[in-house]
């Protein structure tokens, strides 16, 4: 299986905090959820495999690319999705036209513009709100038009930042599908505090606190992790608190 | 269409100017209509000049909307998203501005075809001259393109209204008194347009003046080409960033290099009209009194102008000194020694026409005015002659000039004037014409004093 993010020792700093701390981590196709405690690092990670922010410190390898360099960084973009955590917007854009806006910045072929647009409008379920302006949509909706964004593209790796926050159950059910399906040609990275979005539609998981990666294993074994572990109100989420109390510890 | 064509036409479609339209609109069409639409006469390349000056209202207007919309990644969180993406952010910004600019020329083209509009219930005279007009756009377009620089190096809701008032008063100020006399007031477009080469409606007589549009497209070419650049620097530095920057620098200097010369040469300084060559043109003249003649760009007014003319000179028609015609000169005024009063017809100039007519004036040639120096008695008769045709306001102006010259003695001296004007005007008009026929003469040529007067 291809490696499509290679990561190592990467280090990030913020004045005198070290969000990330020496960590190494691979990963090729399938969903790969990311879980873990608020300030546990997980935005700046996605960020810095988002090409934002460069790495204080550590070796950097994503698509195969070294987006060190500005060339290589260029071509890595184009087959990048990107949903933050928090979604800015302009609110007097129509979903079309801000999901067109974002594949023409990915540098998509014009001829593929409008179709793909088409499509990944179509994939959340906002066909009928398309010339809608974002001004007017929900809270879920804006979510979905930022998640439409993130692939228009059809990316190779696709980084998303708590995805389903504000969505209804209906749509998250939904849009773990797309994941899934996603995630069968691509490597997607979400990071999430749900833990069940894990068990849907993960096919790996690494819970990251304080800046390193305590765990790192599949949905089921971590799971089983949490076997006989009394806080949680879940299987996972036992599981999650032993990886987590076994890493403060 | 290409992509970032494409990015041009969402941009524009969607740009925060598009809100500020009508405002823009208002803005560039009143503040370039506002004397067209006094004026009872047409002359397209005093249009032309008015049609540039939309742009002193639109271009800082301008700034301030691109330094709004500039800030709009910051205000609406969309850096990180932004940044993800592969497409060169110059040339996002390039569309967002282009977006921004083409709504800035929309609304002066239309506050341009207003002027049009205003003009063409007169019967315009000439034709446009493109100088003014182009100069007015590109002064728009870098507005627009230093405010977007502004609004992009402070994102801050604070920029976008302060752009406007820094833009409108640097050009004002370099076209102000302050710097009448130095080279640096070419440096703004308000002067480039409103220069009287284009705006004052005498020009008629004149050949046009070389053309500045080359040097005054580098000056204006080179700040849009330094904003855009700045602000491609200021997302990312490259040699290519650099680059542009520097050439924006150097057409931006040549051009302010080329425009100051400019001042310093006869030929195309400011107000150097006497400078230049003539036109030959056959002037409209009507019978009243005396004949009364203006340049054909002014016959719509030439029968209001014979008729006050008559009221003013009726008194002295037929003595010695005054009057056998009127006629519009190319910047005199006074009387000839033929007996040829000149006029203007463009202001009535009833101040004019009444000081020629009590004091023998100076040997008119080209230049700005004529210098008075009245005597009282004579400024009695000028005031009496005035008010003839109720021209109350010209009188005050007329006094107002009179007492700054006068000075410490004003007071009296104005006293005694009012009194004499009032007598002078109780007496019967054989009377007056008979004083006039005695004293005309010495009274022109200031032999008089105010015992003299009835």
Redesign the interface.
């Known amino acids: 299986m291809a490696v499509n993010v290679d990561v190592q020792g990467l280090t990030q700093r913020f004045g005198r905090t070290t969000v990330l701390d020496g960590l190494d981590l691979r990963v090729g196709t399938g969903v790969f959820g990311l879980l873990g405690p608020n300030g546990a690092g997980k935005t700046t990670l996605l960020r810095t495999l988002a090409t934002i922010v460069p790495p204080k410190q550590g070796r950097l390898r994503l698509l195969g690319h070294d987006p060190g360099r500005d060339h290589e960084r260029r071509l890595l973009r184009r087959r990048l999705g990107y949903l933050p955590q928090h979604l800015g917007y302009y609110p007097n854009f129509t979903v079309f036209e801000f999901v067109e806006y974002f594949a023409l910045l990915k540098e998509m072929p014009n001829d593929e513009v409008r179709p793909a647009v088409a499509r990944a409008v179509a994939r959340v379920g906002l066909e009928e709100r398309g010339r809608s302006k974002l001004k007017t949509l929900s809270g879920g909706m804006l979510r979905r038009v930022g998640i439409a964004q993130a692939i228009v593209n059809e990316p190779d790796l696709l980084l998303l930042d708590e995805p389903t926050a504000g969505l209804d159950p209906e749509q998250r059910v939904i849009f773990r599908e797309l994941l899934r399906e996603i995630g069968t040609d691509a490597t997607v990275i979400v990071s999430t505090h749900l833990v069940e979005d894990v068990a849907a539609a993960c096919t790996e998981v690494a819970l990251l606190n304080a800046g390193r990666i305590a765990f790192r294993g599949t949905p089921d074994e971590l799971t089983t992790l949490g076997d006989g572990y009394a806080i949680g109100d879940s299987p996972l989420e036992r599981g999650y608190s032993r990886a987590l109390a076994g890493a403060r510890a | 269409?290409?992509?970032t064509l494409?990015?041009f036409t969402?941009e524009w479609?969607?740009s925060?100017a598009l809100w500020f339209f009508p405002l823009l609109v208002l803005a560039g069409g009143w503040f370039s209509a506002d004397l067209l639409l006094s004026m009872k006469v047409a002359i397209w390349a005093n249009t032309s000049a008015h049609i540039g000056l939309a742009a002193i209202a639109l271009a800082p207007l301008m700034g301030g909307v691109a330094a709004w919309a500039a800030g709009?990644?910051q205000r609406?969180?969309?850096?990180?998203?932004?940044?993800?993406?592969?497409?060169p952010a110059p040339q996002?910004d390039l569309a967002a501005l282009g977006g921004l600019a083409l709504w800035g020329m929309l609304a002066y083209v239309a506050a341009g075809a207003y002027d049009v509009f205003v003009s063409l219930r007169n019967d315009p005279w000439g034709a446009l001259v493109a100088e003014p007009i182009v100069v007015g756009l590109l002064a728009v377009i870098a507005g627009a393109a230093i405010g977007y620089l502004a609004g992009t190096l402070v994102p801050s809701r604070l920029v976008p209204p302060l752009v406007p008032i820094v833009l409108f008063f640097t050009m004002g100020l370099l076209n102000s008194g302050w710097f009448w006399d130095d080279p640096v007031t070419n440096l703004s477009p308000w002067t480039l347009i409103e220069d009287a080469r284009f705006g004052n409606p005498n020009t008629v007589f004149y050949a046009h003046p070389p053309s500045l549009l080359l040097e005054s497209l580098l000056w204006l070419a080179g700040p849009t080409g330094v904003a855009i650049a700045a602000v491609a620097l200021y997302r990312r530095r490259s040699l290519i960033t650099w680059g542009a920057l520097a050439v924006s620098v150097v057409v931006a200097a040549t051009g302010a290099t080329t425009l100051m010369l400019a001042f310093e040469n006869p030929n195309t300084g400011r107000g150097q009209w006497e400078t230049r060559e003539l036109v030959a043109s056959t002037p409209v003249c009507i019978e009243r009194s005396i004949p009364v003649c203006v340049h054909p760009a002014f016959e719509p007014l030439l029968a209001e102008n014979a008729s006050q003319i008559d009221l003013v000179i009726e008194p002295v028609l037929g003595l010695s000194g005054a009057p056998v015609r009127a006629e519009q000169l190319p910047f005199a005024n006074g009387m000839y020694a033929n007996g040829t009063l000149t006029i203007d017809p463009i202001f009535g100039d009833v101040e004019g026409v009444t000081l020629a007519l009590v004091q023998d004036s100076v040997a008119p040639g080209p230049g700005w005015n004529m210098q008075y120096h009245l005597q009282p008695e004579q400024d009695v008769i000028a005031i009496w002659l005035a008010r003839r045709i109720d021209a109350s306001a010209f009188e005050h102006s007329y006094r107002m000039t009179f007492d700054s010259v006068a000075g410490p003695i004003r007071d009296p001296v104005q006293d005694d004037i009012d009194a004499a004007v009032a007598r002078f005007n109780a007496l019967a008009p054989a009377e007056q014409r008979a004083w006039l026929e005695a004293n005309y003469a010495d009274l022109r040529a200031g032999r008089l004093d105010m015992d003299d007067l009835p």
């Open positions: 269409m290409t992509g494409r990015l969402i479609r969607r925060v709009r990644d609406r969180g969309m850096r990180d998203l932004l940044a993800t993406t592969p497409r996002r």
